[in-house]
């Protein structure tokens, strides 16, 4: 494409731009303008080398023919038709096929539109769930500290990052957390899951003598990424898993990062060996051409709020846009590729030469740890005294302009390329961000 044509706004007032200092971006704007593969475009042309796959979504790369091709055949054949009381034949395909990836059981897909809405829907089905089996003193959800569950009341509530709850006010009632699992001190640059901690998840039954038989439900990133890489200690998921299990709980696995592909396997759990009982998705479903969301219930959650009313609607939820046409498009078009290209065998061809390149940033000035998993990296910096995240700011704008996009969360830099890369792609984010990481120390 000519850069040229590519449309340069001239006014940045309007648009409030979402988790971003608005000031800083607006007086010294950094623009994309278009990308292919691994690269995006800035407006003037300069490439920069996607180390974040957007944002943990573009799994397949960007600017996938199959799936462009794929969004302008349906928006010509049915651009909307609801899916309330009535369908269009391509939500039941795309359905269908997420059911394939999902766990076995776990066959039941209610679609939405983002990561955010997954996590607010998945509560809501477990506590349709506990009311219909008759558990209706089953109101209270259980996330951990440092989980993110998107921006939604639910699963702000239950998510346990305080940055993003304190403008909010008082968030949803009954609702408790678990401790976080990040332990530096014992498990600091630990290559994939760390050894200490899996008791943990033993602090659920402290909740469990707390709160009686008032828990529907636990919410958890399998691998936490926006807090900034998070991996399970060996044994944490199951013990969660057993304890879910004994007192009556369902298990929510929040895998909008994990899903499709990110650690070596369709969906997280199963690299993980652990089974939830719902499973909620978005990012990689449609390589985030158009938006789409969605949650996979085991069977038995959907038969029981399903079967539980005689007649008339079941659940009372549901998004104007679930299962919208070009998005169910968009999502078919991906697992296509997915499957095709095999991206989750991609992801364990190349994530030791990942985890290798990843922690030669240990020697580097002012990192604290590295830790890993798939094609997943966070590398954590100390903060300056008095300044926490400037560090890690810093080091993204270096790299931006350096023609590498990396992401940082705190002090934390986490990295989640698109799943097409290859090893000389992680050689250059690698070299950027020591770069960045030794100029800023300077
Ligand atoms: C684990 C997890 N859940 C939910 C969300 C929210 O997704 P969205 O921004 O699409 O609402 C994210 C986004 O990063 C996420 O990482």
Redesign the pocket.
């Known amino acids: 494409m000519n850069e040229m044509s590519i449309p340069r706004p001239n006014n940045l007032d309007a648009f409030w731009m979402p988790y971003s200092d608005n000031k800083y971006f607006k007086d010294k704007p950094r623009m994309l303008a278009r990308a292919k593969g691994m690269l995006y475009y800035t407006p003037e042309g300069r490439e920069v080398l996607d180390g974040t796959a957007g ?2 979504c573009c799994n397949a790369g960007h600017g996938r023919t199959e799936i462009t091709e794929a969004i302008q055949k349906q928006a010509a054949i049915l651009d909307f038709a609801p899916t309330f009381q009535l369908a269009h034949p391509i939500a039941f395909e795309a359905a269908a096929r997420i059911a394939e990836l999902t766990p076995a059981g776990m066959d039941r897909v209610f679609f939405t539109n ?6 607010d829907t998945a509560l809501k089905i477990a506590l349709a769930y506990q009311k219909s089996i008759g558990q209706s003193q089953r109101v209270r959800l259980v996330g951990r500290e440092r989980g ?4 939604g009341f639910g ?1 702000m509530s239950v998510g346990g990052i305080g940055g993003n709850r304190k403008q909010f006010g008082a968030m949803l009632p009954y609702v408790d957390h678990l401790p976080h699992t990040h332990l530096p001190a014992k498990n600091a640059f630990t290559r994939g899951e760390p050894t200490h901690g899996a008791d943990l998840a033993d602090t659920l039954e402290n909740l469990v003598a707390l709160h009686g038989d008032t828990i529907a439900a636990v919410m958890v ?1 399998p691998i ?3 807090t900034g890489v998070l991996i399970p200690p060996k044994g944490y998921l199951q013990r969660l898993r057993d304890l879910c299990t004994k007192h009556g709980i369902l298990l929510i696995f ?4 994990t899903g499709f592909g990110r650690i070596g396997t369709d969906f997280g759990s199963e690299r993980l060996g652990v089974t939830p009982d719902i499973i ?1 998705m ?2 990689g479903l449609t390589n985030a051409a158009v ?1 789409m ?1 969605a949650v996979a219930c085991a069977n038995f959650i959907y038969d029981a709020v399903v079967d539980g009313v005689a007649n008339g609607i079941e659940l009372f939820h549901g998004y104007t846009y679930s299962g919208h046409p070009l998005a169910a498009a968009a999502a078919i078009a991906s697992m296509d590729i997915h499957a095709r290209d095999d991206l989750p065998g991609r992801v364990r061809n190349i994530e030791k030469y990942w985890e290798d390149a990843a922690h030669q940033m240990r020697s580097a000035p002012n990192v604290i740890d590295v830790r890993n998993y798939g094609l997943i990296a966070g590398v954590e910096l100390a903060p300056r005294e008095g300044k926490p995240g400037s560090r890690a700011m810093d080091i993204f704008r270096r790299c931006f302009d350096a023609g590498v996009l990396i992401r940082v969360t705190g002090d934390i830099i986490a990295l989640s390329p698109p799943l097409i890369i290859e090893p000389y792609h992680v050689d250059r984010i690698f070299e950027a961000v020591n770069d960045a990481i030794y100029k800023e120390a300077a």
């Open positions: 944002l943990w983002s990561g955010s809405e997954s996590a993110y569950h998107g921006v699963g990133e936490a990424g926006s929040d895998e909008v990062i909620t978005a990012k938006p969301g």
